[in-house]
């Protein structure tokens, strides 16, 4: 049986995230979609929130499990037995900073294998840091993220506010 890891902050999932888990899981068994920490980011959502949201917007795909982790991916990886790591690369710019990452990964375990998904035409530009800025600024946000994920987002632009 062949599982995949969909590693990622997730904060929150996208349209863009819920498009690469839904091709990722089409090609492997099953996929275990891992929140997990970018010492890089100030998350708005705890690992929780991240993975209940997920839950959420992948609740139709069944063979799709959601984990959350504070480690090393690559251990996480090891952990679950999975064959691969794959990733939604958006533009060019992405690909640097994956690059680095997945030669990383390689390095620490050369068993687990970094595959790329080209994101879909209409995600190209969508990121959790875009959305959230475009919520704060009082934009429209449905176009790029589920109802309940919107309505979180909007809920932590008032607290932020109060
Ligand atoms: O959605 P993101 O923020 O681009 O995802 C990055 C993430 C969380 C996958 C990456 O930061 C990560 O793998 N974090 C876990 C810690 C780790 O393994 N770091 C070394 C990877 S180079």
Redesign the pocket.
Known sequence: MSTAIC????DPVTYGHIDIIKRASKIFDKVIVAV??????NPWFTIEERMELLRKSVSDIPNIEIAGFD????DFAAEHDADAIVKGLRAVSDFE?EF??AL??NKLNSEIETVFLTTSAENMYLS?SIVKQVGLLGGDISPFVPECVQDEILKRIRQRRN
């Open positions: 590693p990622g902050s997730f997990l920490v970018n010492v890089a980011k480690g090393l991916l690559v900073y680095q990452m990383t990964n959790s």
